[in-house]
């Protein structure tokens, strides 16, 4: 039973990692260190690069535990759900591939892949508020959803059931005006071109997509750079709680075993 729920799990995983994010619920890792703080935990659920010093980043057991339980070599593609700030500060994203492979890793030496929360970021001001719905001359034909516009990474669709709503607007510079559609039958954060949904990349840009400008992501050449690697440290109350409680049985133990050989030796004295 076990195998299977870690198996639909992985099968659940491949749907969020996959363009569109395609999800109507919000996996939640397999490990007890998210459990024991998850209230403390930040949803993210985006894509990153790994990037980290001397070529790799590596995976911990925890961000209070410097057990590595894996090895990212730069460039390596993940799906990040949730992060945690430690009491230093330090970002941990927590990765589970639903498979038997979970742990955390300092964000520091993790790149967010440009995606259309990024775009509507970087476009703030040239996105309009507009709500619509294609029309209905598309019922019943494929028309393709976007991770952003202007980019190459879309995907057909073909519903009965009704078209994609939107509610922001934005025109790019050949003219085509593009929705972005929150929800569509699991689909999430992604756009449709207003003027032409059923048209693909070379029909909206034979010459290619005009130019736009996109935000390099943060870096800490610091952190990456750094002689020292950040790595998990624990957590300096929970290990004093640790000591008292574990000198506490000690003495207990001490005390219980004194107290038995007394009475041990008095058994004698009176036989």
């Not at 230093?88 to 030496?109: A, I, R």
């Not at 598309?138 to 073909?158: D, H, I």
């Not at 929705?179 to 039958?185: D, E, K, Q, R």
Request: charged content about 25%; aromatic content about 14%.
């Amino acid at each position: 039973m076990r195998k299977l729920n870690y198996l639909l799990a992985a099968l659940a995983c491949c749907v969020l990692c996959s363009f569109p994010v395609r999800a109507d619920v919000i996996m939640e890792p397999m490990d007890s260190f998210y459990e024991e703080h998850s209230e403390e935990c930040s949803y993210v659920g985006r894509a990153f690069t790994a990037n980290g010093p001397d070529g790799k980043v590596f995976l911990y057991k925890s961000p209070e535990l410097p057990e590595v339980v894996d090895t990212w070599e730069n460039g390596y593609e993940v799906y990040i759900q949730f992060t945690y700030e430690d009491r230093d500060g330090v970002l941990w994203g927590v990765y589970d591939d639903y498979s038997g492979t979970v742990g955390w890793m300092p964000m520091d030496y993790m790149e967010l892949i440009y995606d259309s929360i990024s775009f509507q970021e970087d476009h703030a001001e040239e996105i309009t508020y507009q709500t619509g719905t294609l029309g209905g001359t598309y019922q019943g034909e494929a028309v393709f959803l976007w991770k952003y516009p202007g980019s190459e990474e879309y995907e057909p669709v073909q519903e009965e059931a009704g078209l994609p709503d939107y509610n922001r607007v934005y025109e790019d510079g050949e003219g085509h005006r593009w929705g972005l559609v929150n929800y569509y039958f699991g689909y999430r954060n992604v756009w449709i071109c207003i003027d032409a949904p059923a048209a693909d990349y070379g029909q909206l840009y034979p010459d290619g997509a005009p130019q736009t400008e996109i935000r390099p992501a943060d870096s800490d050449s610091d952190a990456r750079n750094g002689t020292d690697r950040i790595v998990p440290k624990a957590d300096k109350g929970v290990m004093g709680l640790a000591i008292i409680l574990v000198l506490s049985v000690a003495v207990a133990t001490a005390v219980l075993l004194l107290v038995l050989r007394k009475r041990g030796v008095s058994e004698k004295k009176e036989d």
